[in-house]
């Protein structure tokens, strides 16, 4: 299986990784090298992740914004 860079997955795919991932580091089982490996690449999906819904955060803000702009201008 050919690795996608974690900054270049969608917020779902590089969940459900992420979701992998944790599930392999909880079976244990796995080598120091291995184990290391597997968590290192979830460090970078979890920031991944948390770089995805920052930006939608800040769509939705932007979108409430404008709501209450038209909501504070009467007649608009």
């Known amino acids: 299986m050919t ?3 974690p900054e270049s997955l969608g917020y779902e ?3 459900d990784e992420l979701a992998e991932v944790v599930r392999r580091l909880e079976a244990g089982g796995l080598s120091l090298e291995d184990s290391l490996s597997l968590w290192e690449r979830g460090e970078a999906l979890a920031k991944a992740c948390e770089q995805h819904l920052a930006g939608a955060r800040q769509r939705v803000d932007a979108a409430l914004a404008v709501v209450e ?3 504070a201008e009467p007649g608009s």
């Open 3 to 5: 690795e996608s860079a």
């Open 13 to 15: 795919a590089a969940r």
């Open 69 to 71: 702009e038209d909501v």
